[in-house]
């Protein structure tokens, strides 16, 4: 065995920490017997060779020793671009791919964290404390997200302050129960689907506060567009048609961006030819 070696803080009086044998090949560990208040703080060793002489001082080196746990985190924030739909800051979103930002500690490791369970890679904040992590493949539906932050001495402070996030991606169903509106149909019968009104009101069902198109015979001549009521019915007055048959059929958008096929056909004739008298 080799020589003994002293640890001491180097702080006012020189404080003894603990000392320890250096090993054969001259290497040596020394594990304090009690607890070093925090702070920075200087060390430098000892040796003691066999007859009790002390060598001179090492060279100080210097510890940062950080007990605390990190203050609590942020709630993140989804970035407007992942925040698809008809508002970009009501945290619904139809993508599956979540862009959070927040603040921690400065130089803190930051895992995110839905619905208390890690989940994505562990990125670390920067200087300022500000950080930036992208979700891959979010899974569909309601979750409260969170982040929690390791530093860089190793405290962890868990999960903090949440942000409910809900990831839709099931298409909402077509439109339902397109008609013409009421006296829209002109004429002799009100229930023939001919009119004379080229630019007539049609109004159905869909999802409550969805984007509704009415399309034309090709299905993408685009003839208005509406937002459902609260009890999801919705009316478009069309731009002019001309005379003829015309096949009406309605997509709606969900309020995150997803859209539906074309719905259900109304078939109707405009008519605005008069018709001359017999001598």
């Given at each position: 065995?080799?020589?003994?070696?002293?640890?001491?803080?180097?702080?006012g009086?020189?404080?003894?920490i603990?000392?320890?044998?250096?090993?054969?090949?001259g290497?040596?560990?020394?594990?304090?017997?009690?607890?070093?208040?925090?702070?920075v703080?200087?060390?430098?060793?000892?040796?003691?060779d066999?007859?009790?002489?002390?060598?001179?001082?090492?060279?100080?080196?210097?510890?940062?020793?950080?007990?605390?746990?990190p203050?609590?985190?942020?709630?993140?924030?989804?970035?407007?671009?992942s925040?698809?739909?008809?508002?970009?800051?009501?945290?619904?979103?139809g993508?599956?791919?979540?862009?959070?930002?927040?603040?921690?500690e400065?130089?803190?490791d930051?895992?995110?964290?839905?619905?208390?369970?890690?989940?994505?890679?562990?990125?670390?904040?920067?200087?300022?404390?500000?950080?930036i992590?992208?979700?891959?493949?979010a899974p569909?539906?309601?979750?409260?997200?969170?982040?929690?932050?390791?530093?860089?001495?190793?405290?962890v402070?868990?999960?903090?302050e949440?942000?409910?996030?809900?990831?839709?991606?099931?298409k909402p169903?077509?439109?339902?129960?397109?008609?013409?509106?009421?006296?829209?149909?002109?004429?002799?019968?009100?229930?023939?689907?001919?009119t004379?009104?080229?630019?007539?009101?049609?109004?159905?069902?869909?999802g409550?506060g969805?984007?509704?198109?009415?399309?034309?015979?090709?299905?993408?001549?685009?003839?208005?567009?509406?937002?459902?009521?609260?009890a999801?019915?919705w009316e478009?007055?069309?731009?002019?048609?001309?005379?003829?048959?015309?096949?009406?059929?309605?997509?709606?958008?969900?309020?995150?961006?997803?859209?539906?096929?074309?719905?259900?056909?109304?078939?109707?004739?405009?008519?605005?030819?008069?018709?001359?008298p017999?001598?």
């Amino acid at each position: 065995k080799g020589p003994p070696v002293s640890l001491y803080e180097s702080a006012g009086d020189y404080t003894f920490i603990a000392s320890a044998t250096a090993k054969s090949n001259g290497t040596w560990s020394i594990a304090p017997t009690g607890d070093i208040e925090g702070g920075v703080k200087d060390f430098y060793v000892i040796q003691t060779d066999i007859a009790g002489n002390e060598s001179v001082a090492s060279d100080l080196f210097t510890l940062t020793i950080d007990t605390a746990e990190p203050d609590t985190a942020s709630a993140p924030d989804l970035e407007a671009d992942s925040d698809t739909g008809l508002s970009n800051t009501d945290n619904i979103t139809g993508s599956r791919q979540l862009i959070f930002t927040g603040t921690a500690e400065a130089d803190a490791d930051v895992q995110m964290m839905r619905n208390g369970k890690k989940f994505g890679t562990v990125s670390q904040a920067y200087e300022d404390g500000s950080w930036i992590i992208t979700i891959e493949n979010a899974p569909s539906g309601v979750a409260e997200w969170s982040v929690k932050q390791t530093d860089a001495a190793g405290n962890v402070q868990e999960a903090g302050e949440t942000l409910t996030v809900d990831v839709v991606t099931k298409k909402p169903s077509p439109p339902k129960a397109i008609a013409f509106a009421d006296g829209q149909d002109s004429g002799a019968s009100a229930t023939d689907r001919i009119t004379n009104i080229n630019t007539p009101t049609i109004t159905g069902t869909a999802g409550v506060g969805n984007w509704v198109t009415l399309y034309d015979t090709d299905g993408e001549t685009e003839l208005g567009f509406a937002v459902t009521n609260e009890a999801g019915v919705w009316e478009i007055t069309s731009t002019q048609l001309a005379d003829g048959a015309h096949s009406l059929r309605a997509k709606q958008m969900d309020l995150v961006g997803n859209n539906s096929p074309l719905g259900s056909t109304l078939k109707i004739t405009i008519d605005t030819s008069a018709i001359a008298p017999n001598a």
